[in-house]
């Protein structure tokens, strides 16, 4: 085949890729004017003191939290420095004076805290660090400085191989005082964007200004360049010996956005970091991989080593046979698995009411459930199980189910909100009839700050669970569990499993009862149906076979041509039926980004793209658009309604504005701003993993050899009419090889289908009464941690600048500003936590404000206000009063403070764990005593009632039941310690009471020998002593 004279040529020869793989990438300018600004706000996580830190890459201490933030290993900030406005004091020229002030400043828990500006710097060889600087300096100076403000100014330098210099501007919201010496109490809000009509216009024109301000400086400095904007570029043809290099330039972009800080890479616990993001497990071969990958020749021997012997490494075991695996995981990934499974225990065993006969037949009604549907339903609706599983293999109708089932809960007065892992599924949940849909993150983000509640009366419904990554669902069955919500998880553990590592599902499905459904629906053609269902089997050489049959692989001899004949069939399809849905498949972004340069050109070249392109920065890259283009969407906005994974089309581009109007698939219209959204990609081809939950009409999937089985099930189980499967022979030499490439397993599985050393000594150990207290007493322990889970790392996120937040935050603020002082500091004593369940007193204050004004309202908050104030006052102290009891001494110190820290929050919470703490001790000294009983009897019966007569019994039982209570502490308690040598002393002293203890227990007499002594001992000494 010649490559050259073909119009779909996409690829150079093999040796001339070769030689690309292995030379430097082109250079790319990046002098362009985007300019995105952002809020650091406290409802999102943000944190003055930690993005001062990050930017200035030192260590900051933020006084208000406590929190110590420290970057100074990250490198790559090349010029710091603080630009004060005149008049302000020199010792704000300090980061953590200047951050620590602003933090001070802001008294609420959603304060915008500061704004930060991210610029993108020239590139150009002729511009120098200095000139960087100074550009951004003028900038800040400009627009920030010369106002009043603040600014933290900060130049970053390019990891190696890019070219995205950039720089960071941190800017105060509030100006300083005419002395000078601390911030103004009211807010430079005269420099918040301007509203007009629901636009903000000067977050629109950022990068306008930061465009203009380069030019004048190049024009200043001679320089021959002019900025490379988000704008409007004359149509150049593109022949066929351009489209040879897309898969060069796609290449390319993949070297620029790699990163490997091998510095970081040699530290045992980054690895261990890095290795399990992604998988709770990972073997000897993978930590190789990384460390070539990363770690330079010289030094991996070392660093595997320090890795293998790291503390917190874990070696894992099969469960069956005990013998050791080749897999490893850390103490981290194990502990966190293992809280998942607490929360989904607690969520099961609540009780929940069967749904009336009625809700039932609502559910039911007008549909024709198959049997497995039917069984499923049964499952959700008549059970009484709080927590249910479907597993709904890839095409088998489970949307239909899940409306049934939806319904029959609605009638019943059930709120029902459905959750996914993706935008795209959340979109697919809508369509299907839930009016509550959203991104899990999305709803726990919302439910962190109190702007969603879930109740015993709440239906959770997750499809796609499968996705689900560990710790987002550990943090949705914290606030499942807490609220006493329903939850109802659908998935498949045979499709792709979370980005992040995950792998639970499958372990979940088998712990909990669940309903497999099977049948295949969305393929209707046979030999394609059974293909899909022996994929969910794993039967992976029956299904090729099929493929094989039906002439659906296409054998190509090199990969070029595989990309080649795949695009020009997508291309010939497409014309034949435009309006049915089709997408191109790949594993690699590198090989999604090369067909969908192909795609597009032979768009263009077919006059199917508007005749003028704009071209814009986007997370991979320069790219350029075009009216009818195809699009995906790879980053949330969700205020201008934007979601990742979104696809659509091009319908319209404004070239004065460089506004794009988009038409989604879901029918919606939506607009883009480039200068301040960076989340475009074309949309011809897609990954898999972003295709997974999409029915198609058509799919073209290109084959990788490093694909796996769960990968290959999704791929193959997208389409209703036609399936395409194009394999190159250069990486897949034959059908056997393409076989076991698809059966490759995923490795992205739980650790808890294996054992750890510790599982294996827990099942091999003696049942006695000292293991069930050790047990007991970690037990406790880890129902504390439970009950005071907080995972502030997991919410540390913060959402670009947008339109309607800003008018919200204004309108806010307009609003405060208006009302006296003393409604402010009403407003502000609600706040406290001892009104958080005041709200009949609150609601009353609200409509009396209406009615009857400020001062009758203020009057009767003074009147109530103190009720609740004192009964918060005597709850925290019989929470304090609860932890010296001594039932509780077996808590540590730092659990107590912990305990302590939450009662101020929520002191009848705390107050309810204590008192089942100490009921569950009581338990368990009646156990001890009633295993004493059992022991007693083992003793043959002169003895027996020797020990019965002997008036010291009642002795020995108290020093027994304070032994096993106390016996794992450290440090005794100082009240009991003399409680200890007096009855050791007492019992001593009755020898035949003492051989008789020694029969019945040996290993208590010897103990009480000791502490008899050491208190003898300790009495020559001058002192006290005891020893355990």
Same mark, same amino acid.
């Given at each position: 085949?010649?490559?050259?004279?073909?119009?779909? =040529?996409?690829?150079?020869?093999?040796?001339?890729?070769?030689?690309?793989?292995?030379?430097?990438?082109?250079?790319?300018?990046?002098?362009?004017?985007?300019?995105?600004?952002?809020?650091?706000?406290?409802?999102?996580?943000?944190?003055?003191?930690?993005?001062?830190?990050?930017?200035?890459?030192?260590?900051?201490?933020?006084?208000?939290?406590?929190?110590?933030?420290?970057?100074?290993?990250?490198?790559?900030?090349?010029?710091?420095?603080?630009?004060?406005?005149?008049?302000?004091?020199?010792?704000?020229?300090?980061?953590?004076?200047?951050?620590?002030?602003?933090?001070?400043?802001?008294?609420?828990?959603?304060?915008?805290?500061?704004?930060?500006?991210?610029?993108?710097?020239?590139?150009?060889?002729?511009?120098?660090?200095?000139?960087?600087?100074?550009?951004?300096?003028?900038?800040?100076?400009?627009?920030?400085?010369?106002?009043?403000?603040?600014?933290?100014?900060?130049v970053h330098e390019p990891d190696e191989h890019e070219k995205n210099w950039?720089?960071?501007?941190?800017?105060?919201?509030?100006?300083?005082?005419?002395?000078?010496?601390?911030?103004?109490?009211a807010k430079a809000r005269d420099l918040d964007p301007t509203i007009r009509k629901g636009c903000v216009i000067e977050a629109d024109i950022w990068g306008e200004l930061w465009r203009d301000l380069q030019n004048a400086y190049f024009e200043e400095k001679s320089y021959d360049l002019r900025v490379d904007p988000v704008g409007v570029l004359s149509q150049e043809h593109l022949g066929p010996v351009r489209m040879r290099?897309?898969?060069?330039?796609?290449?390319?972009?993949?070297?620029?956005?790699?990163?490997?800080?091998?510095?970081?890479?040699?530290?045992?616990?980054?690895?261990?970091? !890095?290795?399990?993001?992604?998988?709770?497990?990972?073997?000897?071969?993978?930590?190789?991989?990384?460390?070539?990958?990363?770690?330079?020749?010289? =030094?991996?021997?070392?660093?595997?080593?320090?890795?293998?012997?790291?503390?917190?490494?874990?070696?894992?075991?099969?469960?069956?046979?005990?013998?050791?695996?080749?897999?490893?995981?850390?103490?981290?990934?194990?502990?966190?698995?293992?809280?998942?499974?607490?929360?989904?225990?607690?969520?099961?065993?609540?009780?929940?009411?069967?749904?009336?006969?009625?809700?039932?037949?609502?559910?039911?009604?007008?549909?024709?459930?198959?049997?497995?549907?039917?069984?499923?339903?049964?499952?959700?609706?008549?059970? &009484?199980?709080?927590?249910?599983?479907?597993?709904?293999?890839? &095409?088998? &109708?489970?949307?239909?189910?899940?409306?049934?089932?939806?319904?029959?809960?609605?009638?019943?007065?059930?709120?029902?909100?459905?959750?996914?892992?993706?935008?795209?599924? !959340?979109?697919?949940?809508?369509?299907?009839?839930?009016?509550?849909?959203?991104?899990?993150?999305?709803?726990?983000?919302?439910?962190?700050?109190?702007?969603?509640?879930?109740?015993?009366?709440?239906?959770?419904?997750?499809?796609?669970?499968?996705?689900?990554?560990?710790?987002?669902?550990?943090?949705?069955?914290?606030?499942?569990?807490?609220?006493? =919500?329903?939850?109802?998880?659908?998935g498949d553990d045979r499709q792709l499993s979370s980005v992040e590592r995950g792998g639970v599902f499958g372990l979940l499905a088998e712990r909990y009862e669940s309903v497999e459904l099977k049948d295949v629906r969305r393929q209707t053609i046979n030999w394609q149906k059974t293909v899909s269902e022996d994929l969910s089997k794993g039967e992976v050489k029956s299904a090729v076979h099929l493929l094989q049959e039906n002439k659906a692989i296409h054998w190509n001899i090199i990969k070029e041509e595989a990309l080649t004949e795949l695009l020009k069939t997508w291309a010939e399809d497409n014309a034949k039926k435009p309006d049915e849905t089709r997408l191109i498949l790949a594993q690699r972004n590198v090989d999604v980004d090369a067909l969908n340069q192909g795609a597009r050109e032979i768009l263009r070249q077919q006059g199917k793209l508007g005749g003028v392109e704009l071209s814009c920065m986007t997370q991979r890259g320069k790219e350029v658009f075009a009216e009818e283009d195809r699009v995906q969407l790879t980053r949330t906005d969700k205020d201008k309604g934007l979601r990742n994974g979104t696809f659509g089309v091009i319908e319209h581009i404004d070239m004065k504005t460089k506004i794009l109007t988009l038409r989604?698939?879901?029918?919606?219209?939506?607009?883009?701003?480039?200068?301040?959204?960076?989340?475009?990609?074309?949309?011809?081809?897609?990954?898999?993993?972003?295709?997974?939950?999409?029915?198609?009409?058509?799919?073209?999937?290109?084959?990788?050899?490093?694909?796996?089985?769960?990968?290959?099930?999704?791929?193959?189980?997208?389409?209703?009419?036609?399936?395409?499967?194009?394999?190159?022979?250069?990486?897949?030499?034959?059908?056997?090889?393409?076989?076991?490439?698809?059966?490759?397993?995923?490795?992205?599985?739980?650790?808890?289908?294996?054992?750890?050393?510790?599982?294996?000594?827990?099942?091999?150990?003696?049942?006695?009464?000292?293991?069930?207290?050790?047990?007991?007493?970690?037990?406790?322990?880890?129902?504390?941690?439970?009950?005071?889970?907080?995972?502030?790392?997991?919410?540390?996120?913060?959402?670009?600048?947008?339109?309607?937040?800003?008018?919200?935050?204004?309108?806010?603020?307009?609003?405060?500003?208006?009302?006296?002082?003393?409604?402010?500091?009403?407003?502000?004593?609600?706040?406290?936590?001892?009104?958080?369940?005041?709200?009949?007193?609150?609601?009353?204050?609200?409509? &009396?404000?209406?009615?009857?004004?400020?001062?009758?309202a203020i009057a009767y908050w003074d009147n109530k206000k103190e009720g609740p104030l004192r009964l918060y006052q005597q709850n925290l102290g019989k929470v304090e009063t609860e932890l010296h009891s001594p039932l509780l001494n077996r808590l540590t110190d730092h659990w107590k403070d912990q305990a302590r820290e939450l009662a101020k929050q929520e002191p009848m919470r705390v107050l309810g764990l204590l008192q089942k703490l100490k009921e569950d001790e009581l338990n368990k000294r009646e156990q001890v005593a009633s295993d004493n009983r059992k022991l007693s009897e083992k003793v043959n019966l002169p003895q027996k009632q020797e020990i019965k007569q002997n008036p010291m019994e009642e002795t020995y039982l108290r020093f027994k039941a304070l032994h096993d209570v106390f016996k794992d502490i450290s440090e005794v308690p100082p009240s009991f310690k003399e409680e200890f040598k007096h009855l050791a002393q007492e019992l001593i002293q009755d020898k035949n009471f003492m051989e008789s203890l020694k029969l019945l227990d040996a290993n208590k007499a010897k103990i009480i020998q000791r502490i008899a002594q050491e208190q003898e001992r300790s009495k020559d000494l001058g002192r006290g002593g005891l020893s355990l």
């Open positions: 085949m010649n490559l050259g004279h073909t119009q779909y =040529a996409l690829y150079p020869t093999l040796l001339f890729a070769i030689l690309i793989l292995n030379s430097n990438p082109p250079e790319i300018p990046m002098a362009i004017q985007f300019a995105r600004c952002e809020y650091v706000s406290r409802s999102k996580g943000g944190n003055a003191c930690r993005k001062a830190s990050y930017n200035q890459r030192t260590e900051i201490r933020c006084e208000r939290t406590g929190e110590l933030f420290s970057f100074q290993d990250r490198g790559g900030d090349v010029h710091h420095e603080i630009l004060l406005p005149e008049g302000a004091d020199l010792r704000f020229k300090s980061s953590s004076i200047l951050w620590n002030e602003a933090e001070r400043c802001e008294r609420r828990k959603d304060s915008q805290v500061a704004k930060e500006f991210v610029l993108a710097l020239p590139d150009d060889k002729q511009v120098t660090l200095e000139d960087r600087i100074e550009l951004t300096r003028r900038f800040a100076e400009t627009h920030f400085v010369e106002k009043g403000l603040a600014v933290q100014l900060d950039h720089a960071h501007l941190l800017v105060t919201t509030r100006r300083f005082t005419e002395e000078g010496l601390g911030f103004e109490k290099h897309h898969m060069n330039e796609a290449i390319a972009r993949s070297q620029l956005l790699q990163k490997a800080n091998e510095q970081l890479a040699q530290d045992p616990g980054s690895v261990l970091e !890095a290795l399990t993001r992604n998988k709770a497990v990972f073997s000897e071969k993978d930590l190789d991989i990384f460390l070539k990958k990363h770690v330079p020749h010289e =030094a991996r021997e070392q660093v595997c080593e320090r890795v293998l012997t790291h503390p917190t490494l874990l070696s894992l075991y099969d469960k069956e046979t005990g013998k050791k695996t080749v897999y490893f995981t850390t103490k981290e990934v194990r502990a966190e698995e293992e809280k998942l499974l607490r929360f989904a225990d607690k969520i099961a065993k609540k009780p929940t009411p069967i749904l009336s006969p009625e809700a039932i037949a609502k559910g039911m009604e007008g549909r024709a459930l198959s049997e497995e549907q039917h069984k499923a339903y049964d499952l959700c609706a008549q059970s &009484g199980q709080n927590l249910s599983l479907i597993q709904g293999r890839a &095409g088998v &109708g489970k949307s239909y189910v899940l409306d049934a089932i939806r319904m029959a809960h609605e009638n019943e007065g059930y709120w029902v909100l459905g959750l996914a892992p993706t935008h795209k599924v !959340a979109s697919d949940l809508r369509e299907s009839g839930f009016k509550d849909a959203k991104t899990c993150h999305g709803f726990l983000f919302a439910f962190r700050n109190n702007k969603e509640n879930l109740d015993p009366k709440t239906l959770v419904i997750v499809d796609e669970a499968g996705m689900l990554g560990t710790t987002l669902s550990v943090e949705l069955f914290h606030a499942i569990k807490t609220s006493g =919500a329903k939850l109802i998880l659908v989604l698939d879901n029918k919606e219209k939506v607009t883009v701003d480039p200068h301040t959204y960076d989340g475009l990609r074309h949309g011809y081809a897609s990954t898999v993993y972003k295709a997974q939950g999409s029915t198609l009409d058509h799919v073209y999937v290109l084959h990788s050899q490093i694909i796996n089985k769960l990968v290959n099930y999704v791929a193959l189980t997208r389409q209703t009419k036609s399936l395409s499967l194009y394999v190159s022979k250069d990486e897949t030499p034959s059908e056997g090889h393409l076989i076991r490439q698809m059966s490759r397993e995923d490795g992205n599985k739980a650790s808890l289908v294996f054992d750890t050393q510790k599982d294996i000594e827990k099942k091999n150990e003696d049942k006695t009464l000292i293991t069930q207290i050790k047990h007991g007493v970690e037990t406790i322990t880890t129902k504390v941690k439970d009950v005071f889970h907080n995972n502030e790392k997991f919410y540390q996120f913060e959402n670009p600048l947008t339109t309607n937040k800003v008018e919200a935050t204004l309108h806010s603020h307009q609003k405060q500003e208006q009302i006296s002082s003393a409604l402010q500091a009403a407003y502000k004593e609600m706040a406290h936590p001892a009104f958080a369940n005041a709200t009949v007193i609150r609601r009353a204050f609200a409509k &009396g404000l209406k009615v009857h004004g400020e001062e009758k």
